[in-house]
């Protein structure tokens, strides 16, 4: 498989569960992770970089398909099965109380994050 077609589908379902965990720390102080507001400073440059990862994706992406060899309508129809699966996957977060603390910890954004980074910085390789 293409490596921007399985960017396409990373980014967006990383981002939403990204999102998930980070919006939780923005909105609901008291669920967030007991360390980051103890962290001061570095806590707050830990979350700015976990949410800038994620928008540059989003750049990246678009770079991918105007420099790559995809098809525009394959890397859509892959963003669109992203999106379907990250909707599963916040259904699943949000009924489910297991998936919820996982994604909400303080690790857990932060991996995604440089996973996301990894997919991408792979596919820009392959071109």
Same mark, same amino acid.
């Given at each position: 498989?293409?490596? #921007?077609?399985?960017?396409?589908? &990373?980014?967006?379902?990383?981002? #939403?569960?990204?999102?998930?965990?980070?919006?939780?720390?923005?909105?609901?102080?008291?669920?967030?992770?007991?360390?980051?507001?103890?962290?001061?400073?570095?806590?707050?440059?830990?979350?700015?970089?976990?949410?800038?990862?994620?928008?540059?994706?989003?750049? /990246?992406?678009?770079?991918?398909?105007?420099?790559?060899?995809?098809?525009?309508? /394959?890397?859509?129809?892959?963003?669109?099965?992203?999106?379907?699966?990250?909707?599963?996957?916040?259904?699943?977060?949000?009924?489910?109380?297991?998936?919820?603390?996982?994604?909400?910890? &303080?690790?857990?954004?932060? &991996?995604?994050?440089?996973?996301?980074?990894?997919?991408?910085? &792979?596919?820009?390789? /392959?071109?």
């Amino acid at each position: 498989m293409n490596p #921007i077609y399985i960017a396409a589908s &990373l980014t967006v379902v990383l981002h #939403i569960l990204i999102y998930l965990g980070v919006a939780t720390w923005f909105e609901n102080t008291e669920e967030a992770p007991p360390g980051l507001f103890d962290m001061g400073l570095l806590g707050q440059v830990y979350k700015l970089a976990i949410v800038f990862t994620v928008v540059a994706s989003y750049f /990246s992406l678009l770079g991918l398909v105007i420099f790559g060899d995809a098809s525009f309508l /394959s890397v859509v129809g892959h963003f669109i099965d992203g999106f379907i699966f990250g909707c599963v996957m916040v259904f699943l977060c949000k009924h489910v109380f297991t998936f919820h603390l996982i994604f909400v910890n &303080l690790l857990t954004p932060g &991996l995604l994050a440089v996973g996301l980074f990894m997919v991408h910085s &792979l596919a820009w390789k /392959s071109l």
